[in-house]
């Protein structure tokens, strides 16, 4: 029997298999999945790679109306949420921009790098002109890029030194995006089971790991995420970024466990499909870019291949390829995984932000 390129392909990556639990259980069923499977996966990323989620706050709102409509198409409010914990206290300032020419809209909820709306990475009018709404956040209003733990967010949570799976910074950052869901799903603009989540490069990440720990998104796009977010670890291509190389210059995104993995990629007992199978059977989707070989746009194809098993448990399409390595302009969004591959570098462009669109209508009108 002929083997595939693409199996062979992941066949040398020798990956966990997914669908055997502790004490090798075999994992048959959604039903066997959602008992066994998830949970188990779940704790171990949680423990060894991202960190234990930190409790929930509830806030207190305060909402105030901008000025700018989008030549009229959109209402804009900045959502202010404040959180408490003992004496502490930190404010955290969101954009919620919605069209006005629909009563309820699909949303993204966007981690976003920049603070100005619009900025590079956030196209307001193609978004409302598509018919969707945004709830968008900068990152390091939650708490800063860095190793400093007691600021914003982490300030509230991490009392001492990190260690073990104390979570790093891509936690809190997916933290937000849940309480953010929290608020959303409760705004009659808002089709409440049409939410998903977006985020580029580390917030790319940060959106995947917010889709496997919280159910309530019906969708993620990861864009550009590469290493430790949508790309294998195991057998990565020449030029992808390494755990190693992760861990030497951002060890505070992870929890302290992971660091044990540098160069030891094959004795980790999970790699990044357990991470992309926990969204299942919801929608994912997956964005590369031909220049961006340090996100390893092998690795994230292989990746929707190799987690689109548990999709199948569901009787959902996964993910489905014709028999080939990714090209440049492929585009595969029919299924419930799905991939692009566009030209040029590590971004987030139109191209993304439409791609994506195309692949949300297409699936809310099935």
């Not at 790098?113 to 590079?120: A, G, M, S, T």
């Amino acid at each position: 029997m002929k083997i595939s390129i693409v199996q062979k392909e992941l066949d040398r990556r020798n990956l966990p298999d997914l669908l055997v639990g502790p004490n090798h259980v075999s994992i048959n069923t959604k039903e066997e999945w959602e008992k066994v499977g998830r949970p188990y996966w779940k704790k171990v990323l949680l423990q060894e790679e991202y960190g234990k989620i930190p409790p929930v706050l509830n806030p207190t709102i305060a909402i105030k109306k901008q000025p700018i409509d989008f030549a009229g198409k959109a209402i804009w409010e900045e959502v202010t949420f404040n959180f408490q914990k003992g004496e502490k206290s930190h404010k955290i300032p969101t954009q919620l921009i919605y069209p006005t020419r629909k009563e309820v809209a699909p949303f993204f909820i966007f981690i976003n790098f920049c603070k100005e709306v619009p900025n590079k990475y956030l196209p307001i009018e193609e978004i409302i002109d598509n018919g969707f709404g945004v709830f968008t956040v900068f990152y390091e209003d939650v708490t800063s890029d860095d190793a400093d733990f007691s600021n914003g967010l982490a300030g509230l949570f991490q009392e001492t030194d990190r260690q073990g799976d104390d979570c790093g910074k891509i936690m809190y950052w997916s933290w937000m995006a849940s309480r953010m869901m929290d608020y959303l799903s409760m705004r009659r603009e808002a089709d409440k089971n049409k939410i998903g989540v977006v985020g580029h490069s580390r917030l790319g990440k940060t959106a995947l790991l917010t889709a496997a720990l919280d159910d309530r998104f019906c969708f993620v796009c990861s864009n550009n995420s590469g290493c430790s977010g949508a790309a294998l670890s195991r057998g990565r291509s020449e030029g992808g970024e390494s755990v190693r190389d992760i861990c030497r210059q951002f060890p505070y995104w992870f929890c302290p466990n992971y660091l044990q993995y540098a160069d030891k990629e094959n004795e980790a007992p999970f790699d990044q499909h357990c991470l992309l199978a926990l969204v299942a059977p919801r929608k994912a989707y997956i964005g590369a870019a031909l220049e961006d070989v340090w996100a390893d746009n092998l690795s994230q194809f292989l990746n929707c291949v190799a987690a689109s098993k548990v999709w199948r448990l569901y009787e959902k399409e996964g993910f489905e390829v014709p028999d080939d390595l990714p090209k440049c302009g492929d585009k595969f969004i029919d299924g419930d995984v799905g991939f692009h591959l566009r030209e040029g570098k590590h971004y987030f462009s139109r191209t993304d932000w439409l791609i994506y669109m195309e692949a949300i209508q297409n699936a809310i009108n099935k």
